[in-house]
């Protein structure tokens, strides 16, 4: 168990709709990272959050948003979804704001749209 | 833009057998992480490399990292089935925050 909780684990939803997943970083970590898993694109960085505010920003699209929460759990916005959506969506965690540690992931997000 | 390709992609081995993947990375770095990925699972950290010549062994895992060379390797000794997975490398560009990973090398070890 890596100490970071993602919710929830399994997603089924049509295309149009919106979802919001969340992530409980490990205790301690004050940045999150999301990234998304599919087949054609494999593991893409979306976006980090460092102690509630926007730290780097990856192949997230216009769509997709996220955010921070003083308690530092974070949630990521899909809306407007469509087919190509569908992936495997990671949470993981750091102390800091820097990479020079190791992240720990979640369990992740299946994310099926239909 | 920093790009980071393994090989192979896929791996079918046989148990007892030695072999290597390897991780090239177009940018310079010198932070370089290995990780496991079973199916449908997370990824489980394995190895974190963070300078010139790191090496560091876990059982029959050793990864080693040549900054100059951009060139990372996971070298598997005596094979057994449960080290069957998908595993990944990721490098952290120098001032990024992110990880970019490689493709994954799917490794499959046979009895």
Known sequence: D????????????????????????????????????????????????????????????????????????????????ELGDSALYFCASTPGGHTNTEAFFGQGTRLTVV | ELKVEQNPLFLSMQEGKNYTIYCNYSTTSDRLYWYRQDPGKSLESLFVLLSNGAVKQEGRLMASLDTKARLSTLHIT????????????AVAPRGAQKLVFGQGTRLTINP
């Open chain 2, 78 to 89: 005596a094979a057994v089935h449960d080290l069957s997975a998908t595993y990944f490398c």
């Open chain 1, 2 to 81: 890596s100490g970071v909780t993602q919710t929830p684990k399994h997603l089924i939803t049509a295309t149009g709709q919106r979802v919001t997943l969340r992530c409980s970083p490990r205790s301690g970590d004050l940045s999150v990272y999301w990234y998304q898993q599919s087949l054609d694109q494999g593991l893409q960085f979306l976006i980090q959050y460092y102690n509630g505010e926007e730290r780097a920003k990856g192949n997230i699209l216009e769509r997709f948003s996220a955010q921070q929460f003083p308690d530092l759990h974070s949630e990521l916005n899909l809306s407007s979804l």
